[in-house]
């Protein structure tokens, strides 16, 4: 099977631009979640999606937003980029059964300069 | 709120020598707990698992043992191998049922040849 895709892999944005980001679940996984890593605060949940809903959100302002297709497929996207927005985005997928693992993708590096 | 402690970094050890990094935890309920590492410029891979209380994880020669009357989950390995230099992760899944991770600050290993 192939993994957990993540497109793109490094991006460079300007203060006050919009990103969206990509993310492509293990095949038959329902269930979507993004994290964001950054050296100071590691890695902290941002919000998990199943079935197209958002089941969980993470403590983040609301110009980080996110949504998940019925292929299961997902976007995360951030409005009015500022500096402090620069990380590594993970997506991790999930079967959605309890207690199952997650599999994380190789992130996206987002730079906001 | 639920959490994870990781004890700081970075580690250095020679090749063979005998590994520990402590990990405990703060939750209500009983989380699934995991343990993930992550290596140059990759994303977080699954290392190993356990779900319930004296649960043992084990996978390439490390092992975890879910502690529930020390909220712990040390991860141990008899004798690192240089290839094992990599930031290592704890994280427990909250019991709520959702994919909601909260991860340890990671632990960064280094294997002197």
């Known amino acids: 099977k192939a993994g957990v895709t993540q497109t793109p892999r490094y991006l460079i944005k300007t203060r006050g631009q919009q990103v969206t980001l990509s993310c492509s679940p293990i095949s038959g996984h329902r269930s979507v979640s993004w994290y964001q890593q950054t050296p100071g605060q590691g890695l902290q949940f941002l919000f998990e999606y199943f079935s197209e809903t958002q089941r969980n959100k993470g403590n983040f302002p609301g110009r980080f937003s996110g949504r998940q297709f019925s292929n299961s497929r997902s976007e995360m996207n951030v409005s009015t980029l500022e500096l402090g927005d620069s990380a590594l985005y993970l997506c991790a997928s999930s079967s959605g059964q309890l207690k199952y693992e997650q599999y994380f993708g190789p992130g996206t590096r987002l730079t906001v300069t | 709120g639920d959490s994870v402690t990781q004890m700081e970094g970075p580690v250095t050890l020679s090749e063979e020598a005998f590994l520990t990094i402590n990990c405990t935890y703060t939750?209500?309920?009983?989380?699934?707990l995991f343990w993930y590492v992550q290596y140059p410029g990759e994303g977080l891979q699954l290392l190993l698992k356990?779900?319930?209380?004296?649960d043992k994880g084990s996978n390439k020669g490390f092992e975890a043992t879910y502690r529930k009357e020390t909220t712990s989950f040390h991860l141990e390995k008899g004798s690192v191998q240089v290839s094992d230099s990599a930031v290592y992760f704890c994280a427990l899944s909250e019991a709520s049922g959702t994919y909601k991770y909260i991860f340890g600050t990671g632990t960064r290993l280094k294997v002197l040849a």
């Open positions: 356990a779900t319930k209380a004296d």
């Open positions: 939750a209500t309920g009983y989380p699934s």
